[in-house]
């Protein structure tokens, strides 16, 4: 079977603005930069996928099922845009007792970023060639994530406030 590349993309502050602790859908709002990045990801053959932590679910803010819910949302507006985001990976465990509501999320877990798990499981699910691929985030922590599973990482940050003109030249001096 032919191995796939993809093109991690962390979630807040990446595709969507970060606002805290997501709870609700009206607060998502699209980062129109990062889906000009995806249609172009795509169209050079990357599978689109989502690593995300959300220790919000530890923490008892929401449950897995709203963070779940909450990507059938985005997948289905995404789709509008022929955007295809393959598949979601979420963290939702936190390891510090003090803070962790949810103890069925209390964890050291081996999948919260910046650790690679996120990503190890979707390469071990979708038979990806993490070394043909790519991981964008807005921290630190995602680039870490990114090295420590053997992809090519990148602030998405990088991408922002290109002009019109310039991104395919731009994106044609990263990527081919
Ligand atoms: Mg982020
Ligand atoms: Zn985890």
Redesign the pocket.
């Known amino acids: 079977m032919e191995q796939v590349k993809a093109a991690f993309f962390?979630?807040?502050?990446?595709i969507i603005k970060?606002v805290g602790y997501l709870d609700s859908f009206d607060k998502i709002i699209f980062i129109e930069e990062t889906l000009n990045l995806i249609l172009y990801l795509q169209q050079q053959n990357y599978k689109i996928f989502v690593v995300?932590?959300q220790s919000g679910v530890a923490r008892g803010y929401f449950d897995l099922e709203f963070v779940n819910k909450t990507h059938t949302y985005i997948k289905n507006l995404l789709l509008k845009q022929k955007i295809n985001i393959y598949d979601y990976f979420v963290c939702p465990h936190h390891q510090d007792s003090n803070i962790v509501v949810n103890k069925n999320y209390l964890l050291n877990c081996n999948c919260r970023k910046p650790k690679p798990g996120l990503i190890l499981a979707a390469a071990n699910k979708y038979n990806i060639n993490l070394t043909k691929s790519l991981m964008f985030?807005?921290?630190i922590?995602?680039i870490n994530a990114g090295l420590a599973a053997g992809c090519k990482s990148f602030f998405?940050q990088e991408f922002f406030n290109i002009l019109n003109q310039d991104r395919i030249k731009y994106y044609d001096s990263i990527f081919k």
């Open positions: 962390d979630r807040d502050g990446t970060d995300t932590n985030g807005d921290k922590i995602d998405i």
